[in-house]
């Protein structure tokens, strides 16, 4: 069950890494409904990030 605990924590890395390099995503095309890809980019990132800190918080909680 520890290993299941800590495979979740990495879950929370995975934002981490794919917001840590702005050049990577810094132009302008694709835009989606007017707005560029460096801004929906971004924003996608807030759901994603919101559900996998929901899927490591119950993976490493404990439960009495």
């Not at 981490?16 to 460096?38: D, H, K, Q, S, T």
Request: proline share 9%; hydrophobic share 55%.
């Amino acid at each position: 069950m520890d290993k299941l605990r800590k495979a979740a924590c990495w879950l929370l890395v995975i934002p981490y890494i794919g917001l840590l390099w702005p050049p990577l995503y810094n132009v302008r095309e694709p835009a989606m409904f007017g707005f560029p890809f460096f801004y929906w980019y971004q924003l996608l990132w807030v759901p994603i990030t919101a559900m996998l800190t929901f899927i490591a918080y119950r993976s490493a909680r404990y439960d009495d």
